[in-house]
């Protein structure tokens, strides 16, 4: 059983357009892309990092990539049984799985982009990542900060919090003093709490109308940790992620227990593979088969 996984915010980088100009769906994609957002977005992923990590830019840049990788396996005729997107990448997985269409998935994550930033003024939330202590121990931590939340189970070894910046680098600095390794991300807003409550009664308004079909492959959610292939279900728990924690490391072992026995990342960089081989779990990203087919021409 193989699994493709989608990666979310934070596998942005300036230059990822003509890195992934080289893919034979870049040119049609990237331009039906612009034409529905009305932006110009190869621009904004070859230039400046602090304008590309934009909330509202960052999620159609990564989406657009990923959907180009993701179109690119398909064309080498390589298989899948099962997807999962971290975060953003949940959309992507659904526009994978068909879903929904290309076009309306690229305005979706704008749109979850602009009403994210707008849910909280800028500079007032954070996330941090906090190293090598268990989730259940990070939980009761955070309880003792005014509007902390853990946002990402993301690994055995790594767990994301999300909140208040205030409150995330009082959090920090505590850690410090008792040997904890915590680390503030380069992150625009409090994700996956319910600062963004706002965000999702807004996306809930753009999606209320609009049929979601059937997924060709069961999709794990982040909500969950449970495979679905219900449009309904999808549809509300694709909301339900933006103010709630992503549920990333139960995700994966519900995939091993289904019998997945090989996963593939699916998009720009490789920050889900470096997660799972923490965990000692065997992944490989989708430009290593590209290369594996080129050494076999």
Not at 68 to 78: N, P, R
Not at 91 to 106: E, L
Not at 115 to 130: C, D, F, L
């Amino acid at each position: 059983m193989k699994a493709f996984l989608f990666p979310g915010q934070g596998s942005q980088y300036s230059g990822m357009a003509k890195d992934f100009s080289k893919y034979p769906f870049w040119n049609d994609l990237s331009k039906r892309a612009e034409e529905v957002l009305n932006i110009d977005l190869i621009n904004i992923m070859n230039g400046d990092e602090e304008t590309l990590k934009l909330t509202e830019n960052a999620q159609p840049a990564i989406f657009l990539a990923s959907f180009v990788a993701f179109k690119h396996l398909e064309s080498l005729g390589i298989n899948y049984d099962i997807f999962a997107g971290h975060s953003l990448g949940e959309y992507t997985a659904f526009a994978a799985a068909g879903v929904y269409d290309f076009d309306f998935g690229i305005y979706l994550v704008r749109k979850r982009g602009e009403y994210i930033s707008q849910a909280i003024e800028p500079g007032k939330g954070s996330m941090a990542a906090v190293l090598k202590i268990s989730a259940e121990k990070v939980e009761e931590l955070v309880k003792n900060y005014e509007g902390l939340y853990v946002a990402n189970y993301n690994s055995s070894t790594q767990t994301v919090i999300s909140g208040l910046k205030s409150s995330i680098q009082k959090f920090i600095e505590d850690c410090k003093n008792k040997g904890i390794r915590a680390t503030e991300l380069v992150i625009s807003g409090p994700f996956h709490t319910p600062f963004l409550e706002s965000a999702r009664e807004k996306l809930s308004k753009e999606i209320e109308h609009v049929k979601f079909k059937k997924p060709k492959v069961p999709i794990v959610l982040n909500s969950t940790a449970k495979e679905s292939t219900d449009p309904e279900e999808l549809k509300y728990y694709l909301l339900e992620q933006i103010a709630g924690p992503v549920y990333w490391l139960q995700s994966i072992r519900r995939m091993l227990e289904l019998g997945v026995e090989e996963f593939i990342e699916v998009g720009p960089k490789n920050v889900l593979s470096n997660m799972l081989k923490r965990e000692k779990i065997d992944i490989i990203h989708f430009s290593e088969i590209e290369e594996i087919e080129d050494s076999r021409v």
